[in-house]
């Protein structure tokens, strides 16, 4: 008689800080967008074999990391007028639904900027056939963005123009480029 194994219902996938990120866009004087970074990205992805919508992620950025390529302007991010860094350390997302969308996913969960939680959905492309790395990992890979506005998470600080309108953007574009390792099973 042989035993047959068993195939999990899940394989769970970390996050490779080395090869993601998390970038971002604003407005800028209402003319231009201003662009930034995270970096340090953290989080797990637990895929399920057979049904997409039992999967879920989470992932963790800390704030500190912000590069926009100007360092006055990443110290007034980091401070109280904007994601008060000291107080508010990282930004945090936990999925709460995964959809679907022929070759696509929209990832809606529990965003958390600033302290403040709000649902945000992520278009989601991918995530790539795996593939073995030089040192025997799996990795996998995907896409991800999203539109946010700042305000609804705190993020309210701004001035005003001599020519009208305001100095930052209320709404933010997300792009998320994450590659995963496949976790010992």
Do not use: C
């Amino acid at each position: 008689m042989t035993t047959a194994t068993a195939t999990p219902a899940t394989t769970t996938w970390n996050i490779d800080p080395a090869h993601s990120s998390a970038e971002f866009k604003v407005k800028h004087m209402m003319i231009s967008n201003v662009k930034g970074s995270f970096s340090g990205l953290s989080g797990v992805l637990t895929e399920h074999a057979t049904d997409s919508t039992l999967s879920s992620v989470e992932a963790s950025v800390p704030v500190a990391t912000i590069s926009t390529g100007d360092a006055q302007r990443d110290g007034h991010l980091k401070s109280a007028d904007f994601f008060d860094a000291e107080k508010y350390p990282t930004l945090d997302f936990k999925s709460t639904k995964v959809v679907r969308t022929g070759d696509a996913y929209e990832v809606t969960g529990d965003l958390t900027v600033h302290g403040v939680t709000k649902p945000v959905t992520f278009a989601v492309d991918g995530p790539s056939a795996p593939g073995k790395d030089p040192w025997g990992n799996t990795r996998i890979g995907l896409s991800a963005t999203a539109k946010i506005n700042r305000k609804d998470f705190g993020l309210v600080w701004n001035a005003a123009l001599e020519t009208g309108g305001f100095l930052v953007g209320e709404e933010i574009a997300i792009t998320l480029e994450v590659e995963f390792i496949k976790a010992a099973q």
